[in-house]
Protein backbone atom coordinates (compact mmCIF):
# COMPACT_ATOMS: atom_id res chain seq x y z
CA UNK A 1 0.00 0.00 0.00
CA UNK A 2 1.13 3.47 -0.82
CA UNK A 3 0.31 6.75 0.86
CA UNK A 4 -0.20 10.28 -0.06
CA UNK A 5 -0.95 13.32 2.19
CA UNK A 6 -2.78 16.48 0.45
CA UNK A 7 -3.24 19.68 1.91
CA UNK A 8 -4.32 22.96 0.68
CA UNK A 9 -2.69 25.82 2.37
CA UNK A 10 -3.97 27.76 4.54
CA UNK A 11 -6.07 30.82 4.60
CA UNK A 12 -4.36 33.53 2.65
CA UNK A 13 -4.63 37.42 3.00
CA UNK A 14 -7.24 36.82 -0.12
CA UNK A 15 -9.15 34.28 1.05
CA UNK A 16 -9.71 36.03 4.06
CA UNK A 17 -11.01 39.21 2.32
CA UNK A 18 -13.01 37.30 -0.24
CA UNK A 19 -10.94 38.57 -3.16
CA UNK A 20 -10.47 36.36 -6.51
CA UNK A 21 -6.60 35.01 -6.03
CA UNK A 22 -5.78 33.01 -8.60
CA UNK A 23 -2.03 33.04 -9.62
CA UNK A 24 -1.49 35.99 -7.48
CA UNK A 25 0.92 35.61 -4.92
CA UNK A 26 -0.07 36.46 -1.59
CA UNK A 27 0.60 35.43 1.66
CA UNK A 28 -1.08 33.39 4.48
CA UNK A 29 -3.03 35.63 6.83
CA UNK A 30 -2.18 35.03 10.73
CA UNK A 31 -5.34 32.43 10.99
CA UNK A 32 -3.92 30.62 7.70
CA UNK A 33 -0.82 30.60 9.70
CA UNK A 34 -2.31 28.87 12.37
CA UNK A 35 -4.20 26.55 10.21
CA UNK A 36 -0.63 25.47 8.87
CA UNK A 37 0.96 24.67 12.50
CA UNK A 38 -2.34 22.49 13.80
CA UNK A 39 -1.95 20.69 10.76
CA UNK A 40 1.73 19.76 11.06
CA UNK A 41 0.79 19.09 14.96
CA UNK A 42 -2.14 16.47 13.90
CA UNK A 43 0.43 14.99 11.51
CA UNK A 44 3.48 14.55 13.85
CA UNK A 45 0.61 13.28 16.30
CA UNK A 46 -0.47 10.79 13.85
CA UNK A 47 3.25 9.60 13.41
CA UNK A 48 3.34 10.53 9.95
CA UNK A 49 7.16 11.10 8.58
CA UNK A 50 7.50 12.42 4.65
CA UNK A 51 10.87 11.99 2.37
CA UNK A 52 9.62 14.74 -0.12
CA UNK A 53 7.22 17.74 -0.48
CA UNK A 54 5.55 19.33 -3.53
CA UNK A 55 4.31 22.75 -3.77
CA UNK A 56 3.19 25.56 -5.86
CA UNK A 57 5.27 28.17 -7.21
CA UNK A 58 2.66 30.19 -4.72
CA UNK A 59 4.27 31.84 -1.20
CA UNK A 60 1.08 30.65 0.18
CA UNK A 61 2.00 26.88 -0.11
CA UNK A 62 5.47 27.59 0.28
CA UNK A 63 4.53 29.43 3.55
CA UNK A 64 2.31 26.53 4.70
CA UNK A 65 4.79 23.37 3.84
CA UNK A 66 7.50 25.67 6.07
CA UNK A 67 5.28 25.76 9.28
CA UNK A 68 4.26 22.04 8.94
CA UNK A 69 7.36 20.61 8.64
CA UNK A 70 8.61 23.49 11.60
CA UNK A 71 5.66 21.74 13.73
CA UNK A 72 6.41 17.77 12.57
CA UNK A 73 10.22 18.68 13.49
CA UNK A 74 11.18 17.51 9.89
CA UNK A 75 13.74 18.32 6.69
CA UNK A 76 13.48 17.08 3.91
CA UNK A 77 13.90 18.26 -0.16
CA UNK A 78 10.47 20.63 -1.49
CA UNK A 79 9.95 20.57 -4.93
CA UNK A 80 8.00 23.73 -6.49
CA UNK A 81 5.83 22.70 -9.56
CA UNK A 82 4.15 24.92 -11.49
CA UNK A 83 1.13 22.72 -12.43
CA UNK A 84 0.09 23.04 -9.02
CA UNK A 85 -0.78 26.56 -9.13
CA UNK A 86 -4.55 27.77 -8.09
CA UNK A 87 -6.95 27.93 -11.15
CA UNK A 88 -6.14 31.30 -12.68
CA UNK A 89 -9.13 33.67 -12.31
CA UNK A 90 -8.49 35.45 -15.08
CA UNK A 91 -9.52 39.03 -15.44
CA UNK A 92 -11.47 38.39 -11.81
CA UNK A 93 -7.88 38.17 -9.97
CA UNK A 94 -7.68 40.89 -7.68
CA UNK A 95 -11.69 41.72 -7.14
CA UNK A 96 -14.09 41.49 -4.43
CA UNK A 97 -16.30 38.58 -5.39
CA UNK A 98 -19.21 39.97 -3.59
CA UNK A 99 -18.76 43.24 -5.65
CA UNK A 100 -18.55 41.03 -8.74
CA UNK A 101 -21.74 39.94 -8.15
CA UNK A 102 -23.33 43.02 -8.05
CA UNK A 103 -21.91 44.11 -10.94
CA UNK A 104 -22.23 40.57 -12.75
CA UNK A 105 -24.94 38.33 -10.58
CA UNK A 106 -24.72 36.33 -8.36
CA UNK A 107 -25.77 33.36 -10.87
CA UNK A 108 -22.84 34.38 -13.04
CA UNK A 109 -20.14 34.48 -10.78
CA UNK A 110 -21.40 31.21 -9.30
CA UNK A 111 -20.99 29.73 -13.17
CA UNK A 112 -17.43 31.33 -13.11
CA UNK A 113 -16.14 29.77 -9.84
CA UNK A 114 -17.87 26.70 -9.72
CA UNK A 115 -18.94 25.61 -13.15
CA UNK A 116 -16.45 22.45 -14.83
CA UNK A 117 -15.40 23.77 -18.08
CA UNK A 118 -16.27 27.23 -18.28
CA UNK A 119 -13.52 30.17 -18.23
CA UNK A 120 -13.72 33.58 -16.49
CA UNK A 121 -12.76 36.38 -18.56
CA UNK A 122 -9.32 36.53 -19.74
CA UNK A 123 -7.03 38.77 -18.24
CA UNK A 124 -6.05 41.71 -19.45
CA UNK A 125 -2.62 43.07 -20.63
CA UNK A 126 -2.93 46.32 -18.54
CA UNK A 127 -4.33 43.84 -15.23
CA UNK A 128 -1.47 44.52 -12.24
CA UNK A 129 -2.12 40.95 -11.38
CA UNK A 130 -1.20 39.11 -14.95
CA UNK A 131 1.52 36.98 -14.50
CA UNK A 132 2.04 36.73 -18.18
CA UNK A 133 5.65 38.81 -17.74
CA UNK A 134 6.70 37.53 -14.31
CA UNK A 135 9.97 36.44 -14.25
CA UNK A 136 9.56 33.15 -12.23
CA UNK A 137 7.44 31.81 -14.88
CA UNK A 138 9.80 32.47 -18.29
CA UNK A 139 9.20 29.43 -20.17
CA UNK A 140 6.21 28.64 -18.60
CA UNK A 141 2.44 28.45 -20.81
CA UNK A 142 0.92 31.00 -17.90
CA UNK A 143 -3.02 30.86 -19.14
CA UNK A 144 -4.76 33.73 -19.33
CA UNK A 145 -7.94 32.42 -17.68
CA UNK A 146 -8.54 28.64 -16.53
CA UNK A 147 -11.65 26.24 -16.18
CA UNK A 148 -11.41 23.09 -13.81
CA UNK A 149 -11.26 21.48 -16.53
CA UNK A 150 -7.80 23.19 -17.83
CA UNK A 151 -6.20 22.76 -14.41
CA UNK A 152 -7.00 19.04 -14.70
CA UNK A 153 -5.36 18.70 -17.98
CA UNK A 154 -2.22 20.02 -16.61
CA UNK A 155 -2.68 18.80 -13.04
CA UNK A 156 -2.73 14.98 -14.16
CA UNK A 157 0.60 14.93 -16.07
CA UNK A 158 2.30 16.23 -12.51
CA UNK A 159 0.76 13.42 -10.96
CA UNK A 160 1.91 10.55 -13.07
CA UNK A 161 5.22 12.34 -13.87
CA UNK A 162 6.54 13.43 -11.13
CA UNK A 163 4.74 12.04 -8.03
CA UNK A 164 3.90 8.37 -9.15
CA UNK A 165 7.30 7.03 -9.86
CA UNK A 166 8.51 8.44 -6.53
CA UNK A 167 5.29 6.36 -4.67
CA UNK A 168 6.30 3.49 -6.69
CA UNK A 169 10.10 3.68 -5.26
CA UNK A 170 7.97 4.07 -1.43
CA UNK A 171 8.62 7.59 -0.81
CA UNK A 172 6.17 9.19 1.32
CA UNK A 173 5.23 12.27 -0.02
CA UNK A 174 2.67 15.56 0.97
CA UNK A 175 1.34 17.71 -1.54
CA UNK A 176 0.83 21.15 -0.22
CA UNK A 177 -1.26 22.95 -3.42
CA UNK A 178 -4.70 25.68 -3.70
CA UNK A 179 -7.83 24.58 -3.88
CA UNK A 180 -8.37 23.70 -7.43
CA UNK A 181 -5.63 22.06 -7.82
CA UNK A 182 -6.51 19.52 -5.39
CA UNK A 183 -9.80 18.82 -6.64
CA UNK A 184 -8.40 18.16 -9.65
CA UNK A 185 -6.47 15.82 -8.31
CA UNK A 186 -8.79 14.09 -6.48
CA UNK A 187 -11.30 14.38 -9.31
CA UNK A 188 -8.86 12.29 -11.72
CA UNK A 189 -7.95 9.55 -8.53
CA UNK A 190 -11.68 9.00 -7.55
CA UNK A 191 -12.78 9.34 -11.08
CA UNK A 192 -15.38 11.94 -10.69
CA UNK A 193 -17.74 13.24 -12.77
CA UNK A 194 -17.81 16.68 -13.77
CA UNK A 195 -21.49 17.15 -12.94
CA UNK A 196 -20.56 15.99 -9.15
CA UNK A 197 -16.87 17.62 -8.53
CA UNK A 198 -18.66 21.43 -8.75
CA UNK A 199 -19.80 20.32 -5.67
CA UNK A 200 -16.62 19.41 -3.93
CA UNK A 201 -14.77 21.39 -1.82
CA UNK A 202 -11.36 20.77 0.05
CA UNK A 203 -11.11 22.79 2.91
CA UNK A 204 -7.81 24.99 3.85
CA UNK A 205 -5.14 23.61 6.62
CA UNK A 206 -7.06 19.69 7.13
CA UNK A 207 -4.63 17.11 6.09
CA UNK A 208 -6.39 14.35 3.50
CA UNK A 209 -4.82 11.31 3.29
CA UNK A 210 -4.86 9.15 0.27
CA UNK A 211 -4.03 5.32 0.80
CA UNK A 212 -3.61 3.77 -2.76
CA UNK A 213 -2.83 -0.07 -3.95
CA UNK A 214 -0.15 -1.55 -5.87
CA UNK A 215 -1.53 0.11 -8.95
CA UNK A 216 -1.75 3.67 -7.14
CA UNK A 217 -5.73 3.28 -7.71
CA UNK A 218 -7.35 4.73 -4.44
CA UNK A 219 -8.37 2.20 -1.73
CA UNK A 220 -9.81 5.32 0.56
CA UNK A 221 -9.30 8.70 1.95
CA UNK A 222 -9.48 10.73 4.74
CA UNK A 223 -9.05 14.00 6.82
CA UNK A 224 -7.18 14.01 10.02
Known sequence: ????????????????????TGWTDVGLSEFGRQQAREAGRKLKENKFVFDRGFISYLKRTRETMALVLEEMGLSIPVVADWRLNERHYGNLQG?????MAKKFGAEQVKIWRRSYDVRP??????????????PQYRGIPVPSAESLADVVKRVVPFWKEAVCPLLEKGERLIIVASGNSLRALVKYLDNISPADIVNLEIPTGQPLVYELDNALQPLKHYYL
Not at 95 to 99: D, G, P
Not at 121 to 131: A, F
Open 95 to 99: LNKEE
Open 121 to 134: PEITPDNPYNQQND
Open 1 to 20: MYQVVFLRHGESIWNKEQIF
